[in-house]
């Protein structure tokens, strides 16, 4: 059995720091508690996936997590990956990967049996381009050798499929259901830019002026 970490729920006040890009792909932001928290350390080769679909072609530049540290230290870089959907989960093969290193922390004051938990903005330095229509999976991990807790829930009818689990650095995944016995989904933001973005847009209206 893989970590899971059971949990009171903890209550908090909303977050201040919000995406810097203008268009959104997931929104599942921390909401102030959490039942659980899982594993998501690269060191035994735990990674976690949430699916995303873009209605149009979208390109993502930030990612905000919110995770637990046992030591309470931050970690220096995040592995980050899209995988294409096979039926039901991520099919196991990167067609996009990249190891991140810009990260903004902040503290959002909880601790929680030895961990404590930041917000984190991570900038994807090179991204892909997702399009319209096609389901992704968003795969990470933290690049540490010590445990790293994620935040997760089991009471967003609104939030996508469940997230999956890997402990073999994304090439063969379970459901959260089959490895904890719960429906988990992850806090989680994916902000960027649409193929049409704002500036491209002022740009073309400026030509009919």
């Known amino acids: 059995m893989y970590a899971c970490f059971l949990a009171a729920s903890f209550i908090l006040s909303p977050n201040p720091m919000l995406p810097a890009w203008d268009d959104v792909l997931v929104t599942q932001p921390f909401q102030g508690y959490f039942p659980a928290a899982v594993s998501c350390e690269s060191g035994p080769g735990y990674m976690l996936a949430e699916d995303c679909y873009p209605t149009v072609d979208f390109v993502p530049y930030?990612?905000?997590?919110?995770?637990?540290?046992?030591?309470p230290d931050t970690v220096d870089s995040y592995n980050f990956g899209f995988q294409l959907d096979d039926s039901v989960?991520?099919?196991?093969?990167?067609?996009?990967?990249?190891?991140?290193?810009?990260?903004?922390?902040?503290d959002?004051?909880?601790?929680?049996?030895?961990?404590?938990?930041?917000?984190?903005?991570?900038?994807?330095?090179?991204?892909?381009?997702?399009?319209?229509?096609?389901?992704?999976?968003?795969c990470f991990q933290a690049?540490?050798?010590?445990?790293?807790?994620?935040?997760v829930d089991n009471n967003h009818p609104d939030w996508n499929s469940e997230c999956f689990f890997?402990?073999?650095?994304?090439?063969?995944?379970?459901?959260?259901?089959?490895?904890?016995?719960a429906s988990f989904g992850v806090f989680m933001i994916?902000?960027?830019?649409?193929?049409?973005?704002?500036?491209?847009?002022?740009?073309?209206?400026?030509?009919?002026?």
């Open 89 to 106: 989960s991520p099919d196991g093969t990167f067609f996009w990967y990249g190891s991140e290193d810009d990260v903004v922390y902040e």
């Open 166 to 181: 890997s402990s073999d650095n994304g090439e063969s995944w379970q459901s959260s259901g089959s490895t904890w016995g």
């Open 62 to 71: 930030q990612v905000d997590l919110w995770l637990g540290f046992d030591p």
């Open 108 to 138: 959002i004051g909880l601790t929680w049996g030895g961990y404590e938990f930041f917000h984190l903005m991570v900038t994807i330095a090179d991204p892909p381009v997702l399009a319209a229509g096609q389901l992704y999976w968003f």
């Open 143 to 151: 690049v540490n050798n010590s445990s790293v807790a994620c935040p």
């Open 190 to 209: 994916i902000s960027g830019t649409t193929g049409l973005n704002r500036s491209t847009w002022g740009s073309i209206k400026g030509s009919f002026i």
